[in-house]
């Protein structure tokens, strides 16, 4: 078994209707909601394909697929709880993450703290061991038009 396994991961998400957005685990009020079949945290989902992929298991569409009615509406933090189960299965632990947001709004940083908190406790991890960070697209592509919003994630495990 490798001491050390690196995975990254990415979501994406249109907006669609709503009042709100769910980031890393947390509701963040916005004029719009995102068209998904779970609960559309682009940060979770990035996030979890970040540690299936570390693992070699596929992706998040593998896992949860959107056919299957169970995950209809689903709260991603219980997704995310899965795929560190899968982890610690395989004989190992999340050193950290880091994640970056993409989009012109809402904007994250008023939220960020709350992310890592709920993505530690998530991960079973401190919460120093988590980065979430933002950025823009410059009004650039499908984010920079306000169209949707966009997450990349990268995950470092360690042997248990």
Same mark, same amino acid.
């Given at each position: #078994?490798?001491?050390?396994?690196?995975?990254?991961?990415?979501? %994406? /998400?249109?907006?669609? !209707?709503?009042? /709100? %957005? #769910?980031?890393?685990? =947390?509701? %963040?009020? @916005?004029?719009?909601?995102? =068209?998904? @079949?779970?609960?559309?945290?682009?940060?979770? @989902? *990035?996030?979890?394909? *970040?540690? +299936?992929?570390?693992? *070699?298991?596929?992706?998040?569409?593998?896992?949860?697929?959107?056919?299957?009615?169970?995950?209809?509406?689903?709260? &991603?933090? =219980?997704?995310?709880?899965?795929?560190?189960? +899968?982890?610690?299965?395989?004989?190992?632990?999340?050193?950290?993450?880091?994640?970056?947001? %993409?989009? !012109?709004?809402?904007?994250?940083?008023? /939220?960020?703290?709350?992310?890592?908190?709920?993505?530690?406790?998530?991960?079973?991890?401190? =919460?120093?061991?988590? &980065?979430?960070? *933002?950025?823009? &697209? !410059?009004? #650039?592509?499908?984010?920079?038009?306000? !169209?949707?919003?966009?997450? #990349?994630?990268?995950?470092?495990?360690?042997?248990?």
């Amino acid at each position: #078994m490798p001491p050390i396994r690196i995975g990254q991961g990415y979501d %994406v /998400h249109a907006f669609g !209707e709503g009042d /709100h %957005v #769910m980031l890393g685990g =947390v509701r %963040v009020p @916005h004029v719009q909601g995102v =068209v998904a @079949h779970s609960d559309g945290d682009v940060v979770l @989902h *990035a996030l979890c394909d *970040a540690l +299936l992929g570390a693992l *070699a298991l596929g992706d998040i569409g593998v896992h949860f697929p959107p056919s299957d009615a169970r995950w209809k509406g689903a709260d &991603s933090r =219980v997704l995310l709880r899965h795929c560190r189960a +899968l982890v610690a299965e395989r004989g190992y632990a999340v050193g950290n993450c880091d994640v970056t947001v %993409v989009c !012109e709004r809402p904007k994250v940083g008023p /939220h960020a703290e709350a992310m890592r908190a709920c993505i530690a406790e998530d991960l079973g991890v401190a =919460v120093d061991a988590v &980065s979430v960070k *933002a950025t823009t &697209s !410059e009004r #650039m592509g499908f984010t920079g038009r306000g !169209e949707g919003i966009a997450a #990349m994630a990268v995950a470092l495990l360690v042997a248990a």
